[in-house]
């Protein structure tokens, strides 16, 4: 067996083209801190430049996804220390910035810097089981790694408020009838099986549509609606240069089975 370069997450390939990444501190039910997440975005990296990989499913244990930044870590940093160090930015830059797609399977506590993870990737299924919330509050300061942005988005501002300020949790099953999580599982393991299958199934499509409809559907968070659909359409038409687009409309027409080329 290679012997892993990794401490704090355990990687695999269970399924052709399908990257899993298991967070695993599990004596800080997965606290996140700095080694962790230079290593989480070192691997995504990788995947995201691996053509062998088409998407990617990331989770924690069944007890915990993750339960927030590490607050011994943090307790003694100063202003200076936070903002000279642009604390927490490493957190999210790359992840945020990745064109294949992440699902996350999220069980267990997903409080704080967890949640706010979670609400980083692309699809969130969760479980009975999982808690998330954003407790920062009862520690004196605010969600730092978007969930005042991303939570309020995914479930309006009234509910994000009620959430944020008074720190209180709320369950997988609310995450999925809110919207926050697209699919609710019963178990822990349905719910990684269920994100590895869907990962499988996005790489039985042509990589480059993947890529555009990942495209779109973000710039959705960041654009207006007129200049959305405008910037939909231009990407849609670009598909036109592609095989894919020849392969996948061949495909239908003659009733047969698309086979990608990825170009
Ligand atoms: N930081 C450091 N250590 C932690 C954390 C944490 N966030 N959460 C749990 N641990 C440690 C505990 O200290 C304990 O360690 P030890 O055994 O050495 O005492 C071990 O994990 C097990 O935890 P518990 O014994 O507390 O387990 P319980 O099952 O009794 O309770 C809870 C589980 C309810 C999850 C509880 O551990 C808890 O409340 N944890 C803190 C949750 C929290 O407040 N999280 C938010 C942190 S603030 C934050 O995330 C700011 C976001 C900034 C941006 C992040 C960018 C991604």
């Not at 067996?1 to 899993?20: F, M, N, Q, R």
């Not at 004596?27 to 990788?46: S, W």
Request: proline residues 3%.
């Amino acid at each position: 067996a290679i012997e892993s370069p990794y401490e704090h997450i355990k990687v695999s390939t269970p399924k052709p083209g399908v990257g899993l990444i298991t967070l695993n501190r599990p004596k800080a039910l997965n606290a996140l801190f700095t080694p962790l997440f230079i290593e989480l975005n070192d691997c995504l990296r990788k995947f995201d430049a691996d053509d062998s990989i088409g998407a990617t499913v990331l989770t924690g244990s069944q007890k915990a996804f993750a339960a927030g930044a590490d607050i011994k870590e943090m307790k003694d940093k100063s202003f200076a220390d936070a903002y000279g160090h642009d604390f927490i930015e490493l957190w999210s830059s790359t992840i945020t910035s990745l064109k294949k797609p992440l699902i996350s399977a999220v069980n267990g506590y997903a409080l704080g810097g967890g949640c706010e993870l979670a609400l980083m990737t692309d699809i969130i299924y969760t479980s009975t089981n999982a808690t998330f919330g954003q407790p920062e509050i009862k520690l004196g300061v605010i969600p730092g790694a978007g969930g005042s942005q991303r939570l309020t988005r995914a479930i309006g501002k009234s509910r994000a408020m009620d959430l944020i300020l008074t720190g209180e949790n709320f369950s997988g099953k609310q995450a999925y009838e809110w919207g926050v999580a697209a699919k609710c599982f019963e178990t822990p393991e349905e719910c990684v099986e269920g994100a590895l299958a869907t990962a499988e199934k996005i790489v039985g499509m042509g990589r480059l549509a993947v890529k555009a409809a990942k495209e779109v559907v973000n710039k959705s968070q960041d654009l207006g609606i007129r200049d959305g659909v405008e910037y939909e359409r231009r990407i849609f038409h670009g598909l036109f240069g592609s095989r894919d687009q020849k392969i996948g409309m061949t495909a239908f027409a003659e009733k047969k089975k698309a086979e990608w080329s990825n170009e």
